[in-house]
């Protein structure tokens, strides 16, 4: 009998340890050598199971667009049949734990490379764009007399807030995230003006 295939664990390790090393030393400054050290691999190890550095992050950019749909539907799951704009609000723009804040330095981490590396781009729209059409049909179903157009216009507005957001968390400025917060309600409120 063949041996099962290790390739799915090793990629997990792999990615696992690249987290790990971008929470200890920031993606700049980790090597293909810190991944495979941290994985308790060899660097060929590493190239057989993904590739190349830009390959390992690329392949962590993957992981964490699949992550980010998986939240989504997971939230919206968890939205009460009334009230969810504000729900939504409140959940988006929640304080943080010590897993929300790594989980943003991975995010910030992993956008910082879409400058250079197309798969992250592509990947970094596409959360964006899912983030954003989530926004417009829980507002179009909350507001259906509103203008689409405000609708679209107002997502982007909260869209905007949640990453400004996201990245004051790990500086521990609560205050500013919940004057994005009440922004974001502000924004909402315009919904029922359109």
């Keep these: 009998m063949a041996r099962p295939s290790m390739a799915g664990q090793r990629r997990e390790e792999i990615l ?28 060929t190890i590493l190239r057989h199971y993904i590739g190349n550095r830009d390959d390992i992050i690329c392949a962590l950019s993957q992981r964490w667009a699949e992550k980010y749909s998986q939240q989504w539907q997971e939230l919206l799951a968890w939205l009460p049949g009334s009230n969810r704009a504000q729900a939504l609000i409140d959940a988006l ?7 929300k804040v790594n989980n943003t330095i991975i995010g910030e981490a992993i956008f910082s490379e879409a400058k250079r590396l197309e798969p992250i781009k592509l990947h970094q729209k596409q959360t964006m764009q899912e983030f954003i059409r989530h926004l417009i049909r829980e507002f179009s179903t909350q507001y259906p007399g509103s203008d689409e157009s405000t609708i679209e216009l107002v997502s982007y507005g909260i869209y905007s807030n949640y990453l400004m957001s996201e990245s004051l968390l790990p500086l521990g400025m609560l ?9 974001s309600v502000l924004l909402c409120s315009q919904l029922l003006k359109s």
């Design 16 to 43: 696992d340890a690249l987290e790990q090393c971008i929470l200890e030393k920031g993606i700049q400054a980790t090597s293909l050598e810190n991944i495979a050290e941290t994985a308790g691999m060899k660097r």
């Design 93 to 99: 723009f929640s304080a943080g734990s010590k897993d």
């Design 175 to 183: 205050d500013e995230i919940y004057k994005l917060k009440q922004a």
